[in-house]
């Protein structure tokens, strides 16, 4: 029971085998199969069993259907026997025609074969294509790299490598040209930074030659410009009925000063404004600039750039050693210097970055200490006050030029006070040479008019109002000499040209005015003063010449305040101003002629020593001639007709008549103690030895003379003996010489030496060490005499009286200049 109930639970189990075997692939059957043997042992039996059984189904079923086709094939077989004929004709044709057919596809072989080889070369020739044009825009943008090489366009050219290396050598880098492209191009990107170096130092080179053609262009840019400021300015001051600019109140007859000084106009009529785009090619700076940028060298370029231009700044700057002497050398220095920083202000506006703002300062104040040294040092050796007033304005156009551009050019205003002083030094020298000429081609006597035209010109060169004179008929004559109103003139040019220097100096009227008159003070107390001075004291100028010069000084005075109107017409400046500064005439004048007085005296003393040096005196002579010496009748005369010239001194004035009686009678009482003193010398000159009595008395007599001379009283106005005194007081030695010659004539020594230091003495003032000498050389005198006259005789009893009262008085005297020695 147990084992049908085994084969009952494997039967089915068998069918599923089978199954499975029927319905898988015979790849899979191995598995299936492996499952039967490993079940039970009588498995394989049971399962070989039930395969046959399951056969012979399946035959059963073959035969069924074998059976039930089977007339449909045997029906086949037939109709396959009755075709097999028709088949093997059918198979002899189709032999036949595939033979045919081959033998006629030989040729379409041929043909498809080289149609085959024509598509092949078809589709290489496509894929050629597409390579080449895939290269062709590689190719193009290099030749158009070499193009733009040859036009020198760099800058395009590396624009065309960025493009080759980011875009086109990408597509196309496994190709040998390409590789051979792109190692070249580091090779062409430093001949672009050479040759555009190269064309920057050229660039650099132009700029420095023609550095001073801008500069000039700049320079007459902004000349007119302010010349049209000007114009424009006073035109709305006409409008307005203001009066604000010093040139407006210059006299028609100087307002042809100019501006500036000028550069010559190249085309008046030419209407184009040059700038200095002009006139100068920037390409080179902006290629190479962007070449550096482009190859990201940027800071190599700047840095190259303006060392380069910093060296170009000190040769600019550099002046030549001749400079002074020429405007023009000032001339091209100042353009040269404009024109560089003109393109720099250029290069600064339209380059970003290449310059700054900072830098141009910095290269400007380097550049303006320069310029102030070259300037102070080459402006003190010019000379010319016309070469150091274009110096000026050279300076003022090229501060104002520079100022356009935004240059701070303070410290050149400030240079130009200093060159200032240095122009009115050289005015000072010029206008000395002036006075000089025109006092040495001045007849120092008064102006001569035959009618009323010669009366206005000179009145309209001098302003002098004498109504004396205006009443005399013609011919009449001025006071003063033709050295007056030309030295009027004169000085009213050298404030016309002191005014030329503070024209445009950005200065108020109030601190013109003041240069005005300092300068014009200079003129006269410093070279007036000094041309007058040494016209004085001139060998050739006589007595008559220095009276003329006392009256010119005197009317020059008297002009000063018509030169302070004048000075106030040109600035407007009221004198009552509190600052303003007063004219020093009237100390510049008086000291001149205190200077022409003094001369005067001294002339007159160096004529009377002339004089004296003539006197003949014989010291030893037994008696007088009974006259005078002819040397001192002589001095005498020429003095009368000199103190007569002192009636020719200004007195159409109270105070003119006042001053013309002082110098006259200082002169001739200078005169008359010079004589004095002159004698009194004559007798105590040490190299005289001893005097005779008639000499004495040869002396006596020309004292008294003296005396008569001054009684006669050659000049008024003395107070009664007072010319008379100067022969009996000596100023110095308080010695009296009169009354030491009456000592002498009445031989009064008692009377000396009784009275000597009472108040009340008649011979108070005679001093004992004068008189000793003196007394001394009579008795050598009388000694000398005496054995002359009698050598072999005894002497007379009155000579040998005299000689031993002269021997107690001289040791009298003696004694007493010893105790007077002691006391002092």
Same mark, same amino acid.
């Given at each position: 029971?147990?084992?049908?109930?085994?084969?009952?639970?494997?039967?089915?189990?068998?069918?599923?085998?089978?199954?499975?075997?029927?319905?898988?692939?015979?790849?899979?059957?191995?598995?299936?199969?492996?499952?039967?043997?490993?079940?039970?042992?009588?498995?394989?039996?049971?399962?070989?069993?039930?395969?046959?059984?399951?056969?012979?189904?399946?035959?059963?079923?073959?035969?069924?259907?074998? +059976?039930?086709?089977?007339?449909?094939?045997?029906?086949?077989?037939?109709?396959?026997?009755?075709?097999?004929?028709?088949?093997?004709?059918?198979?002899?044709?189709?032999?036949?025609? +595939?033979?045919?057919?081959?033998?006629?596809?030989?040729?379409?072989?041929?043909?498809?074969?080289?149609?085959?080889?024509?598509?092949?070369?078809?589709?290489?020739?496509?894929?050629?294509?597409?390579?080449?044009?895939?290269?062709?825009?590689?190719?193009?943008?290099?030749?158009?790299?070499?193009?733009?090489?040859?036009?020198?366009?760099?800058?395009?050219?590396?624009?065309?490598?960025?493009?080759?290396?980011?875009?086109?050598?990408?597509?196309?880098?496994?190709?040998?040209?390409?590789?051979?492209?792109?190692?070249?191009?580091?090779?062409?990107?430093?001949?672009?930074?050479?040759?555009?170096?190269?064309?920057?130092?050229?660039?650099?080179?132009?700029?420095?030659?023609?550095?001073?053609?801008?500069?000039?262009?700049?320079?007459?840019?902004?000349?007119?410009?302010?010349?049209? +400021?000007?114009?424009?300015?006073?035109?709305?001051?006409?409008?307005?009925?203001?009066?604000?600019?010093?040139?407006?109140?210059?006299?028609?007859?100087?307002?042809?000063?100019?501006?500036?000084?000028?550069?010559?106009?190249?085309?008046?009529?030419?209407?184009?404004?040059?700038?200095?785009?002009?006139?100068?090619?920037?390409?080179?700076?902006?290629?190479?600039?962007?070449?550096?940028?482009?190859?990201?060298?940027?800071?190599?370029?700047?840095?190259?750039?303006?060392?380069?231009?910093?060296?170009?700044?000190?040769?600019?700057?550099?002046?030549?050693?001749?400079?002074?002497?020429?405007?023009?050398?000032?001339?091209?220095?100042?353009?040269?210097?404009?024109?560089?920083?003109?393109?720099?202000?250029?290069?600064?506006?339209?380059?970003?970055?290449?310059?700054?703002?900072?830098?141009?300062?910095?290269?400007?104040?380097?550049?303006?200490?320069?310029?102030?040294?070259?300037?102070?040092?080459?402006?003190?050796?010019?000379?010319?006050?016309?070469? $150091?007033?274009?110096?000026?304005?050279?300076?003022?156009?090229?501060?104002?030029?520079?100022?356009?551009?935004?240059?701070?050019?303070?410290?050149?205003?400030?240079?130009?006070?200093?060159?200032?002083?240095?122009?009115?030094?050289?005015?000072?020298?010029?206008?000395?040479? $002036?006075?000089?000429?025109?006092?040495?081609?001045?007849?120092?006597?008064?102006?001569?008019?035959?009618?009323?035209?010669?009366?206005?010109?000179?009145?309209?060169?001098?302003?002098?109002?004498?109504?004396?004179?205006?009443?005399?008929?013609?011919?009449?004559?001025?006071?003063?000499?033709?050295?007056?109103?030309?030295?009027?003139?004169?000085?009213?040019?050298?404030?016309?040209?002191?005014?030329?220097?503070?024209?445009?100096?950005?200065?108020?009227?109030?601190?013109?005015?003041?240069?005005?008159?300092?300068?014009?003070?200079?003129?006269?107390?410093?070279?007036?003063?000094?041309?007058?001075?040494?016209?004085?004291?001139?060998?050739?100028?006589?007595?008559?010449?220095?009276?003329?010069?006392?009256?010119?000084?005197?009317?020059?005075?008297?002009?000063?305040?018509?030169?302070?109107?004048?000075?106030?017409?040109?600035?407007?400046?009221?004198?009552?101003?509190?600052?303003?500064?007063?004219?020093?005439?009237?100390?510049?004048?008086?000291?001149?002629?205190?200077?022409?007085?003094?001369?005067?005296?001294?002339?007159?003393?160096?004529?009377?020593?002339?004089?004296?040096?003539?006197?003949?005196?014989?010291?030893?002579?037994?008696?007088?001639?009974?006259?005078?010496?002819?040397?001192?009748?002589?001095?005498?005369?020429?003095?009368?007709?000199?103190?007569?010239?002192?009636?020719?001194?200004?007195?159409?004035?109270?105070?003119?008549?006042?001053?013309?009686?002082?110098?006259?009678?200082?002169?001739?009482?200078?005169?008359?103690?010079?004589?004095?003193?002159?004698?009194?010398?004559?007798?105590?000159?040490?190299?005289?030895?001893?005097?005779?009595?008639?000499?004495?008395?040869?002396?006596?007599?020309?004292?008294?003379?003296?005396?008569?001379?001054?009684?006669?009283?050659?000049?008024?106005?003395?107070?009664?003996?007072?010319?008379?005194?100067?022969?009996?007081?000596?100023?110095?030695?308080?010695?009296?010489?009169?009354?030491?010659?009456?000592?002498?004539? $009445?031989?009064?020594?008692?009377?000396?030496?009784?009275?000597?230091?009472?108040?009340?003495?008649?011979?108070?003032?005679?001093?004992?060490?004068?008189?000793?000498?003196?007394?001394?050389?009579?008795?050598?005198?009388?000694?000398?005499?005496?054995?002359?006259?009698?050598?072999?005789?005894?002497?007379?009893?009155?000579?040998?009286?005299?000689?031993?009262?002269?021997?107690?008085?001289?040791?009298?005297?003696?004694?007493? $200049?010893?105790?007077?020695?002691?006391?002092?």
């Amino acid at each position: 029971m147990a084992e049908n109930g085994d084969g009952l639970g494997t039967v089915p189990e068998h069918e599923r085998i089978l199954q499975e075997i029927e319905s898988t692939d015979t790849a899979c059957v191995g598995p299936t199969l492996r499952s039967v043997y490993d079940d039970q042992p009588n498995a394989h039996k049971k399962f070989m069993e039930k395969l046959d059984a399951c056969i012979r189904n399946h035959d059963k079923e073959i035969e069924k259907m074998c +059976n039930f086709h089977h007339q449909g094939f045997v029906d086949a077989i037939t109709e396959l026997l009755k075709v097999r004929t028709d088949a093997e004709k059918l198979k002899v044709q189709v032999t036949e025609t +595939n033979r045919r057919f081959q033998d006629a596809g030989k040729e379409v072989i041929v043909q498809t074969e080289d149609i085959i080889r024509c598509r092949i070369q078809q589709r290489n020739i496509t894929t050629v294509v597409e390579k080449l044009q895939l290269c062709l825009p590689v190719l193009e943008m290099y030749s158009k790299l070499k193009e733009q090489m040859s036009a020198k366009r760099y800058y395009s050219a590396l624009k065309t490598m960025e493009q080759l290396e980011n875009v086109f050598f990408p597509r196309v880098s496994q190709y040998r040209f390409c590789q051979l492209m792109i190692e070249n191009l580091p090779k062409l990107r430093e001949d672009i930074k050479e040759i555009s170096m190269s064309d920057l130092k050229d660039f650099l080179e132009s700029i420095r030659k023609h550095s001073d053609k801008i500069g000039e262009t700049a320079m007459k840019q902004a000349q007119q410009q302010k010349i049209f +400021n000007v114009a424009l300015q006073k035109q709305n001051n006409v409008k307005f009925g203001k009066n604000m600019y010093i040139n407006d109140r210059i006299p028609e007859e100087r307002n042809e000063v100019e501006l500036k000084p000028g550069f010559e106009e190249e085309d008046e009529n030419e209407e184009e404004v040059l700038t200095v785009q002009d006139l100068v090619d920037f390409s080179p700076v902006y290629r190479c600039l962007h070449i550096y940028s482009v190859l990201g060298d940027e800071e190599t370029f700047e840095n190259y750039y303006r060392k380069q231009r910093k060296k170009q700044a000190r040769l600019v700057l550099q002046p030549q050693s001749n400079m002074h002497e020429t405007g023009d050398g000032y001339r091209r220095y100042f353009t040269q210097i404009v024109g560089f920083f003109v393109v720099e202000d250029h290069i600064l506006h339209v380059t970003q970055g290449l310059v700054t703002r900072a830098y141009t300062d910095e290269l400007w104040n380097m550049a303006l200490s320069k310029i102030i040294a070259v300037l102070r040092a080459h402006s003190s050796y010019c000379t010319d006050p016309d070469l $150091v007033l274009e110096l000026k304005n050279l300076i003022v156009i090229f501060a104002d030029t520079l100022q356009g551009y935004g240059f701070p050019v303070n410290r050149l205003f400030d240079l130009l006070f200093e060159i200032r002083d240095q122009y009115n030094e050289t005015l000072l020298k010029k206008w000395a040479g $002036v006075f000089r000429d025109i006092f040495e081609e001045d007849n120092y006597s008064p102006i001569p008019i035959v009618n009323e035209e010669e009366y206005k010109v000179v009145i309209s060169k001098f302003p002098f109002q004498d109504p004396d004179l205006e009443k005399q008929s013609f011919p009449k004559k001025f006071p003063m000499s033709q050295s007056v109103p030309h030295i009027y003139i004169q000085v009213k040019e050298f404030i016309y040209a002191s005014l030329k220097f503070s024209e445009s100096l950005h200065r108020s009227s109030t601190e013109i005015d003041d240069m005005l008159r300092k300068s014009t003070n200079l003129l006269l107390t410093r070279t007036l003063s000094s041309c007058l001075l040494n016209l004085i004291r001139k060998p050739h100028i006589g007595l008559t010449e220095l009276v003329q010069i006392i009256i010119n000084t005197t009317h020059l005075e008297q002009a000063c305040k018509y030169l302070e109107d004048f000075i106030t017409n040109i600035t407007n400046i009221s004198q009552e101003t509190v600052h303003t500064t007063r004219l020093y005439g009237l100390s510049t004048f008086k000291d001149a002629r205190h200077a022409a007085e003094g001369e005067i005296y001294t002339k007159l003393n160096q004529k009377i020593d002339e004089f004296v040096q003539l006197a003949d005196y014989d010291w030893t002579m037994s008696e007088p001639d009974g006259r005078a010496s002819g040397y001192l009748m002589d001095l005498i005369n020429f003095l009368r007709s000199i103190f007569q010239v002192f009636t020719h001194l200004p007195t159409n004035s109270s105070d003119h008549a006042a001053m013309s009686g002082k110098v006259a009678q200082t002169a001739c009482m200078s005169a008359c103690q010079h004589l004095s003193t002159s004698l009194m010398q004559m007798l105590l000159d040490s190299e005289l030895k001893q005097i005779s009595m008639g000499a004495v008395q040869q002396f006596n007599l020309d004292v008294i003379q003296c005396e008569l001379f001054a009684s006669s009283e050659p000049v008024p106005g003395f107070q009664g003996d007072t010319l008379q005194l100067a022969f009996i007081d000596l100023r110095q030695d308080k010695t009296t010489f009169r009354k030491l010659l009456d000592l002498f004539m $009445v031989w009064d020594w008692s009377t000396y030496l009784a009275d000597y230091g009472q108040p009340a003495s008649k011979y108070l003032r005679v001093n004992p060490n004068t008189a000793l000498t003196l007394l001394e050389k009579v008795h050598r005198g009388m000694k000398d005499t005496s054995k002359k006259n009698n050598i072999f005789a005894q002497f007379r009893k009155n000579d040998r009286d005299k000689q031993k009262l002269i021997e107690t008085v001289v040791k009298q005297l003696r004694s007493l $200049v010893n105790g007077m020695s002691q006391h002092t």
